[in-house]
Each structure stands twice: as structure tokens, then as C-alpha cells.
DNA sequence: CTATAACGGAGCGCTCCGCTCCGCAAGGGG
DNA sequence: CCCCTTGCGGAGCGGAGCGCTCCGTTATAG
């Protein structure tokens, strides 16, 4: 039986090690204690450092995890034969599980081959999402696939404060959310100033500084 | 001469040592190091503790005067005679100070007198200014005060990463804000998902949980 | 020239963090 | 049934970094 055993628990140890560190980086910021993880998971540090030779090699780790599921949310979006809701979709998703929480890691931790391969697929994924929404005349013609990435970005900054009304903060977070995806919406009423980002400085931010 | 002399030296530095606490503080967080402000205000630690004797007295300053000015920015906003224009402003200019930057400090310093009166007359303010577009028409009438005061606060958080590009990311910044005050116009296009956010709730993140 | 007032910054005391190490309990082969 | 192995929890170590104080120095006022 897989519920038993030493070995068993510690697979057991290792999902809820993940879903704790993501839960408490995510909400207090990436540099909250090791030990609150721990606490969180219900487990000891020596478990937890058995697993993740050191913070930064845990936060890498939940990094390229947050990738992966951006990569699926472009990809369930795709799937979506309407190419607004497809984007809608994608976008709702990634600010539903805060994949842009962890954007203030850049430039603090070395950055793997596989973190940049599946970054790199993300981007690309969602530039057709992106594009189709444009072709498809829904989405305003000035806005680009960064745009959207530092829109979400900037909708999964954390929440200040006690736990306590992080439900409150939460919903109404999800209000603005609908005001700016109407805001995306073509045809665009104001265009947008200045010159799109370019790519090289969105991924230049992961690149350290040293 | 008022630029000579120790007592013209103590209020000059008055003035920087207030400008050099707003910048770290708007952009490091705001459990950036004090000795970072004095350093950045070319000013001793002694002199920065003569004047505020704790760290907790300079912040609550230093919120006093956000709220000032964001009154400063709606009566502003109020003086134009078009109502979206001047919506427009009032967001704009908070942003652009970052007026919302320090809401993280909400709960973990005392709340003055002087504050929440500021403060009140701050939103009460700008319920005026909201009010006065939504019966011109001109933004769309299921969002609130509160709304625009939390869209406001989510795009004050400070940008991350090194000083380098600071610029860019502020540039980028503009053009989601665009997309979102386009959101904000009239009509909605889609409804804002459940119930407004309440007053209470938005005032009392600032009572200290204790 | 002396008394005074404001200055800069070294350093104290303390908190808190990443990480290690060890005593312990729970499997599982002989 | 025993004992060795394996993974467990958490106390505590070393050190970094913080708020704040205190003092020697310097510039002004009388």
C-alpha cells in the first residue's frame, strides 16, 4: 500500500513541502524563513533540507514549477476555440496561482537551462495566444505578448497584511483584473504610450547581476 | 542669507533627509535599512534620529505627507472641468508618486490622529471626483471609490530588481496603467465579478491587529 | 577665543535567518 | 525476534544585518 511506509511519507513530504513553499513565498515573499515552510508542511528542517540542498536550489525548483504551469494554462487556453476566452482563460490562470508571485527572485538566484528552455516556451506559446486574439480582431492591436506577461505580473504581487482578509484583498484584486482585461479588449480607446518592452529586457532581468 | 549657516544646513537637510526616505522606501520596501536613507540624504546617522526618534515616527510622517498629497492630486483632478480628464490626473499623479506604495506599512505602525483625518478627507475627496464622472458617463458605473483607490495602490507597488531598469519597468508600467484606466471608461463591457469592496474593510487594514 | 550647537559615523546589543547535527522512532532482512 | 538502516523532528550554532546611541569633530555665534 503507498500510504505506508518510510518511503511513502516521504513522497507524501515532498507534494506538501512544495505546495507549503509556494503558499508562503508566494503570500509573504521570497524571503520568508525556511523554517515557516517547514512549519507549514508540517515537517522538520532536517526533512526539508534532505531534499533541497540549500533555499535557493528550493526556490529554483518552484520557479521552473510555475513555468510548467503557465506552460499548461497557454496550452488550455489554446484549446479554447474562442481566441478571447482562450486569453481570458490564460490570463485568469496565471494570476490564479500567482505565477508572476516569484518575479522578484530575478536576478537573486542562478538561473538553470531548463528554467530558460521552459521560460522560453512559455513566452512563445503565449505569443500565438496572443497573436490569434490580435488576428482575430478582439484583442487592441497596440498591445503585445509583454504586455499581457507584466500585466499578469503585476496582478500576482502579493497581498500586504494579516492572513486575515487575504480574502477580501483576493476578490477585490479580481474586480481590477476585469477592469484591465476590458481595457485589453479592442478596440483600444487611448493608445499606449511609448515603445513596447522588448524581449531581451524582459529576459535580461533573470540574468545576475554579479 | 537663508543658504548658510547651521540652522539653514538642519532644515535643508530636513527637506532631503523626507525625499531620500520616500525614494528607499518606495522602492527597497519599507523595512529598507535606516542608515540607507541617511546615506542616500548625505546626512549622519545622528542627525536623521534628532529629528525623528524612531523609525516608526518617520514613516508615519512620511505617510501623512502621501495622503496630503494625493488630497493635493484630487483637488486637482476636481479643477478640471472635464470629469474623465480629471479622474485621469488623480490616478496618473498617484501613481506617479507612488502613493500607494506604503500600504504595506498598513498594521504595523500606529495610526495618527492627523492621519485618518487626512485620510478620510482624502477618499471622501475622490468620492466627489468619482461620483461627478460616473453621472457625466464617462466611467463606467459599476465601480467604486474603492476600486479606484485599490487600482491605484496595486500599480504604486514598488518595481523589483536592480536600479538599472527602473526606468524601463516604469515605462512598461504606463502602458498597463493605459490599458486599465481604457478598462475604466464607460460602458463596462463585462460586470464586475461579486459585491463592492466595503469601507470598513478598506480603513480597517490600517488598525493594528495587536 | 571660548562656548555652543549640530554634525557624521563607528559600534553596541539584539533579533532573526540559513543551515547543521543529533537523538529517536519506524521499517524490513536475517 | 532482533538489529541495522533509513528517514524523521527540531534545538541550536554562526553570522549577518538591523535600529538606535554615543561621542569626537567641526563650524558658527557672541
Redesign the interface.
Known amino acids: 500500500m503507498s500510504t505506508r511506509g518510510r518511503q511513502a511519507e516521504a513522497a507524501r513530504n515532498d507534494l506538501r513541502l512544495l505546495e507549503a513553499a509556494h503558499e508562503v513565498f508566494t503570500t509573504q515573499g521570497f524571503d520568508a524563513p525556511v523554517s515557516a515552510i517547514a512549519k507549514r508542511a508540517g515537517v522538520g528542517m532536517g526533512s526539508l533540507y534532505r531534499r533541497y540542498r540549500t533555499k535557493e536550489e528550493l526556490l529554483q525548483r518552484l520557479c521552473l514549477i510555475a513555468m510548467e504551469r503557465v506552460v499548461a494554462a497557454v496550452e488550455e487556453g489554446l484549446a479554447d476555440p474562442d481566441p478571447w476566452q482562450g486569453l481570458v482563460h490564460y490570463v485568469r490562470a496565471c494570476v490564479g496561482f500567482g505565477s508572476g508571485a516569484l518575479?522578484?527572485v530575478?536576478?537573486t538566484i542562478e538561473v538553470t537551462e531548463e528554467m530558460w528552455r521552459t521560460s522560453r516556451k512559455a513566452t512563445e506559446l503565449a505569443g500565438s495566444l496572443i497573436g490569434r486574439a490580435g488576428e482575430a480582431g478582439v484583442l487592441?492591436s497596440d498591445?503585445t505578448v509583454?504586455?499581457v506577461s507584466?500585466?499578469i505580473e503585476?496582478?500576482s504581487?502579493p497581498a500586504?497584511?494579516?492572513p486575515?482578509?487575504r480574502h477580501?484583498h483576493e476578490?477585490?484584486?479580481?474586480?481590477?483584473l476585469?477592469?484591465?482585461?476590458?481595457?485589453?479588449?479592442a478596440p483600444?480607446?487611448?493608445?499606449?504610450?511609448?515603445?513596447?518592452?522588448g524581449l531581451d529586457?524582459y529576459e535580461?532581468?533573470w540574468k545576475r547581476?554579479s
Do not use: N
Open positions: 518575479a522578484p530575478a536576478g487592441r498591445a509583454l504586455d507584466l500585466l503585476q496582478f504581487r500586504p497584511g494579516p486575515g482578509d477580501e476578490h477585490a484584486k479580481e474586480r481590477l476585469a477592469i484591465a482585461l476590458d481595457g485589453l479588449r483600444g480607446r487611448t493608445p499606449l504610450p511609448g515603445e513596447a518592452p529586457w535580461g532581468r547581476s
